[in-house]
């Protein structure tokens, strides 16, 4: 699909509530464990601190959970015995509260352990529910809500002898809060029953077996065919058919959608961790971006997403930039292309800050919301203020069928393919790919990009996968500055103008993944406090590229020289005044000023890669992160 445009399909507001986990079910011929632990595996980067299945077989239902990864997990499996069955659930989790242990770890059994859940989101009024169980005699082994819920539901079964798919919709009418939920059945051993509504959930369609998980890639090995769950939809497989309903017991048609995404996109491919292939495959991603959109030879331009919202975009009297992290990092490049290009106001919020301010917007505002996972929990809440003060919300996202393309009007998909590494780097790239065509069209529509200024620009952005290929040359030498650096206890990152965002970004990326202290911060602030911090043994990272404000730069670049600070510059190629101050020197091809972003990133995502592999850290998977940040 080249472009989403969903109309608002939720009604909830309970994003700050969820809580982040990895969901995988399957139901069918084949062996379910092995189908289930490699999908928890790719589903790890969702939470990795306790893992756990249950698996239906002719012995019965039974739990296996393990504290740990889900490698831990697996361990535990093997140890424990051959284990065959054809329905199971897994879960992998990232403890929000109820410390990661073997107790709390999913799945839960229900008091008779005639049923077995997992659950990604969280049940706000659990307590309520669980004094009102102790009461009737219900105890408690774990400190999860989960538990509390799938006791609620066979409270209800028990109580009003329904099955266990109708005691499932009466509890959902009572439970507040977020979930995608599937839950088993000693009794029906061919049977999956699922539930969504704020965490997402796909339904993976083979040949009489199903697959459930919290997003497509434990899937895409088996099947193309997949079924995004809606909120307030149940879903139930028996004997190889699904059938969903609303809440409400109205029964709606599965809408199959086909999967693009390719095995090998999640999948190492030779490489020694995730993020390294996922910097290296930015040439590609970003032409994946720029595919079928732009074609600098005739001037054309295409976001059919934005097709049907051009007017109110052309019309806005303010763009707001909604996101977070590094998507908000997006963010702030895009403010510099569209004032000058478009000349409209723009805001950049972090979605956090955004939604608990009461901010003034209105029906003229254009809200663009920028997420890789469009799971982030901030910005669906700040997606749906905007909405419902009647601003037109635009998303910017990468994960296909992910809950933001589903509750936005109107959006462009990043094309980046799957980033599995916790530490974004392809996606960013794609981001400010997509955000800066979104500028150049704005601007040419408007009257205020003139026609050969934006027939050259788009030249100049056509060009940039074949640059990004020729900044990622400078590896070597980057691998070799980073040995130098790597025992460094804190580092500042100066940049200015589009390269004010790669600063922030490049801070962000070594601090996440080699737990480094660092600072981004414009270069000219400097000299409003970061100063002091610069002595023999502070590193400082400029970002000084050929643009508007070089000079001012290498004013900067002599202030550091002067108090003896390490000075390491990407530059661009040829350049001859910063090499002549800096240590170390990092060359990028040449581009357009606003263009430099997805080039001067590249060495910097590069230099945090090779310290936190120095330095032993889990490159892929740091901690106490997690890639989705479904919680507030
Ligand atoms: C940093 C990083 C995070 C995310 C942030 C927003 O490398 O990955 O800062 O950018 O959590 O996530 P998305 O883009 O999925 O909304």
Redesign the pocket.
């Known amino acids: 699909m080249a472009q989403f445009l969903f109309l608002c399909l939720t009604k909830t507001n309970f994003y700050k509530f969820l809580v982040m986990c990895g969901i995988v079910a399957y139901v069918g011929q084949q062996d379910a464990l092995p189908i289930i632990i490699k999908g928890l595996k790719r589903l790890e980067y969702r939470g990795y601190d306790s893992a756990g299945v249950a698996l239906l077989d002719q012995r019965g239902l039974s739990i296996y959970k393990k504290k740990g990864k889900v490698a831990e997990l697996e361990k535990f499996l093997e140890e424990t015995g051959d284990i065959h069955a054809n329905v199971g659930i897994g879960h992998t989790r990232w403890a929000t509260h109820g410390e990661p242990n073997d107790v709390n770890a999913h799945p839960h059994y229900s008091s008779s352990e005639r049923f077995a859940m997992i659950h990604n989101g969280i049940i706000e009024n659990y307590e309520v529910l669980k004094k009102d169980l102790l009461q009737k005699g219900y105890t408690f082994q774990s400190e999860t809500d989960t538990e509390v819920f799938v006791k609620f539901i066979e409270d209800i079964y028990q109580h009003n002898g329904c099955s266990l798919e109708e005691a499932l919709r009466l509890a959902l009418h009572k439970v507040v809060g977020a979930y995608a939920i599937v839950l088993i059945n000693l009794e029906e051993p061919n049977t999956l029953i699922a539930a969504r509504k704020g965490s997402p959930l796909v339904i993976g369609v083979g040949e009489k077996e199903y697959f459930f998980a919290s997003d497509a890639t434990p899937i895409i090995e088996y099947t193309n065919k997949v079924v995004y769950l809606d909120d307030y939809e149940i879903a139930v497989v028996r004997n190889g058919e699904l059938q969903i309903k609303t809440i409400e017991n109205v029964e709606t048609n599965p809408y199959i959608n086909q999967l693009e995404m390719e095995l090998e996109a999640i999948e190492k491919g030779g490489y020694e961790h995730f993020m390294l292939k996922e910097i290296f495959e930015q040439p590609k991603s970003i032409a994946d971006c720029l595919r079928g959109r732009l074609d600098a030879k005739s001037g054309r331009l295409v976001l059919g997403g934005l097709r049907e919202y051009m007017n109110k975009f052309q019309n806005a009297e303010r763009i707001i930039i909604t ?7 997006a963010g702030l490049v895009a403010e510099y292309l569209f004032e000058e290009f478009a000349r409209i106001p723009v805001e950049v919020e972090y ?1 956090s800050e955004f939604r608990y301010r009461n901010p003034v917007i209105n029906e003229k505002d254009f809200v663009i919301a ?7 929990a901030d ?1 669906l809440a700040a997606i749906e203020l905007a909405k419902s003060r009647g601003a037109t919300i635009f998303g910017v ?3 296909v069928g992910s809950s ?1 393309p589903r509750t936005t009007h109107a959006g462009s998909y990043t094309h980046a393919g799957p ?1 599995i590494g ?4 392809k ?2 790239t794609a ?1 400010i790919s997509v955000l800066a065509m979104m500028a150049l069209k704005l601007g040419y529509q408007r009257g205020t990009l003139p026609e050969s200024t934006y027939i050259q620009l788009l030249h100049e952005l056509a060009a940039i996968p074949a640059k990004v290929e020729k900044a990622l040359q400078t590896n070597a030498l980057v691998e070799k500055i980073a040995a130098e650096y790597k025992d460094a206890r804190n580092m500042l990152y100066l940049g200015r103008g589009y390269n004010f965002p790669v600063a922030l ?1 490049g801070a ?2 070594l601090k ?2 080699s737990y480094i202290h660092a600072e981004g911060y414009p270069a000219a602030e400097m000299k409003h406090g970061p100063i002091a911090l610069i002595d023999e043994e502070m590193p400082v990272i400029f970002i000084a590229t050929q643009d508007s404000s070089y000079e001012k730069v290498v004013s900067n670049i002599q202030e550091v020289k002067a108090r003896k600070g390490k000075i390491v510059a990407v530059v661009t190629e040829g350049d001859t005044q910063v090499k002549a101050l800096a240590d170390h020197v990092i060359e990028v091809p040449l581009t357009h000023e606003a263009f430099t972003p997805l080039l001067s990133v590249v060495p910097l995502q590069l230099f945090s890669y090779h310290i936190a592999v120095m330095r032993g850290c889990n490159v892929d998977q740091p901690r106490n ?1 997690a ?3 479904t919680v507030e």
Not at 422 to 425: F, N
């Open positions: 996101a977070c992290g590094t998507s908000w990092h979605a920028i997420s890789q996972s469009g799971e982030t910005t996202c990468n994960v933001i980033e916790v530490a974004s780097t996606a960013f981001q970004e962000l990326k996440e993944i992160l890639k989705s940040v």
